[in-house]
């Protein structure tokens, strides 16, 4: 059984930064690919960006990319997504997901474990 907990949400202003972390705890969970993901109010959750914990190859969309870091810690199961320079926009639950198989990184059914997700607000 596979277990994420999110922290490091909050109220930010536009322009600057936060830092999320996903904890993870499960057999082998350091060989997983662990991603965030984000749901905006009235519209669908969209992914973010996502790593392999093993490697450290990273995936990022589009609207993210130049200012958010996903990093991973093996050693910690530990996955955290370093937010700089943020917009009103990019105010969301932001959830944390894993997959043991992560064939599609960018895709909501690739991951079958969530996290209860955090909220990050940016106020312009």
């Known amino acids: 059984q596979v277990q994420l907990v999110e922290s490091g949400g909050g109220l930010v202003q536009a322009g600057g930064s936060l830092r999320l972390a996903c904890a993870a705890s499960?057999?082998?969970?350091?060989?997983?690919?662990m991603a965030w993901f984000r749901q905006a109010p009235e519209k669908e959750r969209e992914f973010v960006a996502a790593?392999?914990?093993?490697?450290?190859?990273?995936n990022y969309a589009d609207s993210v990319k130049g200012r958010f870091s996903i990093l991973g810690d093996s050693a910690k199961n530990t996955a955290y997504l370093q937010m700089n320079s943020l917009r009103p926009s990019d105010t969301a639950v932001y959830y944390c997901?894993?997959?043991?198989?992560?064939?599609?990184?960018?895709?909501?059914?690739?991951?079958?474990?969530w996290g209860q997700g955090t909220q990050v607000t940016v106020s312009s």
């Open positions: 997901a894993a997959s043991a198989t992560g064939l599609w990184p960018t895709r909501e059914s690739t991951y079958y474990y």
């Open positions: 499960g057999r082998g969970i350091n060989r997983y690919l």
């Open positions: 790593i392999w914990l093993s490697s450290g190859s990273s």
